[in-house]
């Protein structure tokens, strides 16, 4: 069974428009972390945002928050206020307790347009 | 501050030939790690080095061996390439510590193996 789970392969949004990026995770392990990356067309990859699975409130940095329902093993990327700058492909990778190592989901391609 | 360096940025090798990818970090991080990417598989890890002086295999080692030369450096060997390895290979870094520490990587090496 897959780890991670990003159903979405592709996304359209507007500038300036919220979007939702949905990613699903599977384990057992009661402490894990979560992780979103975004891989602009130039390659390199770059956090964005972090979730331990005890913290209490939804994460946020800047225009980039986490919507985390533990319950449903979701962790859902949320851009506010899109911008042409955030077209890119968008990871979400899990760490589970005693592991350095991250799994990646397959990724979603999200494209801004004006 | 350089963060994780990679080299060669783009290799071309024939069937059969060998290669090593270098890796270097300045940030003085105890793990790093090798992942490949193929396009609609995200990343998938090849190996890691938890600290120096160990390595591990990850979800896709086969064709691959691995050197933590020193802290800084990691480097991946193909020891005999084949067409199945051209991808786009991905160098990261990370402190050690808690599920929190996100992990650094470097710009990639894009390889093709004819």
């Known amino acids: 069974a897959q780890k991670i789970t990003q159903t979405q392969p592709g996304m359209f949004v507007q500038e300036k428009e919220a979007v939702t990026l949905d990613c699903t995770y599977d384990t057992s392990d009661p402490s894990y972390g979560l992780f979103w990356y975004k891989q602009p067309s130039s390659g390199e990859m770059i956090f964005l945002i972090y979730q331990g699975s005890y913290d209490q409130q939804n994460a946020t940095e800047g225009r980039y928050s986490l919507n985390f329902q533990k319950a449903r093993k979701s962790a859902n990327l949320v851009i506010s206020a899109s911008q042409l700058g955030d077209s890119a492909m968008y990871f979400c990778?899990?760490?589970?307790?005693?592991?350095?190592?991250?799994?990646f989901g397959k990724g979603t391609m999200l494209l801004v347009s004006p | 501050n350089a963060g994780v360096t990679q080299t060669p940025k783009f290799q071309v090798l024939k069937t059969g030939q060998s290669m090593t990818l270098q890796c270097a970090q300045d940030?003085?991080?105890?793990?790093m790690y090798w992942y490949r990417q193929d396009p609609g598989m995200g990343l998938r890890l090849i190996y890691y080095?938890?600290?120096?002086?160990?390595?591990d295999k990850g979800e896709v080692p086969n064709g691959y061996n691995v050197s933590r030369l020193n802290k800084r450096e990691f480097s991946l060997r193909l020891e005999s390439a084949a067409p199945s390895q051209t991808s786009v290979y991905f160098c990261?870094?990370?402190?050690?510590?808690?599920?929190?520490?996100?992990?650094?990587f470097g710009p990639g090496t894009r390889l093709t193996v004819l």
């Open positions: 990261a870094s990370k402190t050690a510590g808690s599920n929190y520490n996100e992990q650094f």
């Open positions: 940030m003085n991080h105890n793990s």
């Open positions: 990778a899990m760490r589970e307790r005693g592991y350095s190592t991250l799994t």
């Open positions: 080095s938890a600290s120096e002086g160990t390595t």
